[in-house]
Nanobody, 121 residues
Framework: VQLQASGGGLVQAGGSLRLSCVAS????????IGWFRQGPGKEREFVAA???????YYADSVKGRFTISRDNTKTTVYLQMNSMNFEGTAVYYC????????????????WGQGTQVTVSS
């Protein structure tokens, strides 16, 4: 599976942004797709994940503000980010796994290249 993340950019605090992760590969629907982010000087952390049957998982810090969704026909996973705060400044990565804990980055085998999100005042 190859992953391509896009949609990053500059957003004002309180604003919204939508990220996309396009996957290649015939077995896309069998993978859990997760979003992670890595802020300046920080560890890469879990943000959200979606299973092939659309179960969703969120980090506590983004619950109620971020929404993950997937379109298996388009092999695309979206991350809608609302009410952005400065903590959201990070490089966002999408990743794919078939097993293991969906909140642990060590579970993910395939990673996209990352897209930069910067939250400004």
């Amino acid at each position: 599976v190859q992953l391509q993340a896009s949609g990053g950019g500059l957003v004002q605090a309180g604003g919204s942004l939508r990220l996309s992760c396009v996957a290649s590969g015939r077995t896309f629907s069998s993978y859990v797709i997760g979003w992670f982010r890595q802020g300046p000087g920080k560890e890469r952390e879990f943000v959200a994940a979606s299973s092939w049957y659309s179960s969703t998982y969120y980090a506590d810090s983004v619950k109620g503000r971020f929404t993950i969704s997937r379109d298996n026909t388009k092999t695309t996973v979206y991350l809608q980010m609302n009410s952005m705060n400065f903590e959201g400044t990070a490089v966002y990565y999408c990743a794919a796994t078939r097993s293991g804990s969906v909140v642990r980055k060590e579970s993910y085998v395939y990673w996209g290249q990352g897209t930069q999100v910067t939250v400004s005042s």
